[in-house]
């Protein structure tokens, strides 16, 4: 939004346009804090856990599943990888776009989202396979086994959340 402020000087007028950002509705701002908290207080923890337990733990993250060629490791280093730039990219469109245009940007913003929810939706079923079908999670450390068992819980449930609200906004 442009807001014109006239200036004089030496007896001639100016017309300076300034552009600058809009103080946000009260409302507004509180609804985005809301968001950009619950992003930061539920999806860091996951991300952050899913990188260090991929990277840091010895038990059982490197055993070779029997079927497929990933290993857990794999899944938790992609996930953790993936859900973390998922979530920055939520933050940015929070925060940054004041005036999102849902018409005009609706097709390509959707179809970001279904594509990130497939590929999410199906890496998480690989994940819970490899966990609870193809490697012996008895050498899982009870760390690595408890977190494994609830974050796939957590994920499929979100998913699920996730899933329904888009399906019933068309």
Sequence with gaps: MENTLDIESNNI??????????????TICCIKFIIVLLIVIFGLPLVLCDIYFGFADKTCVKENARI????LQDYLVVSGISSGL????LLILVIFFDDFD?????????????????FSF???????????QHIDNSLCSN????YMYTSLIIKYLAQG????????KN
């Design 13 to 26: 007028t100016h017309q300076v346009i300034v552009k600058g950002r809009n103080n946000c509705d009260p």
């Design 68 to 71: 497929v060629s990933i290993t």
């Design 86 to 89: 998922f979530g920055f990219g």
């Design 102 to 118: 849902y018409e005009k940007t609706g097709i390509c913003f959707r179809l970001g989202i279904i594509l990130t929810s497939v």
């Design 122 to 132: 199906g890496w998480n079923i690989t994940g819970g396979i490899i966990f609870w």
């Design 143 to 146: 760390t690595v086994y408890n």
């Design 161 to 168: 959340f996730g899933v329904s609200s888009i399906i019933k």
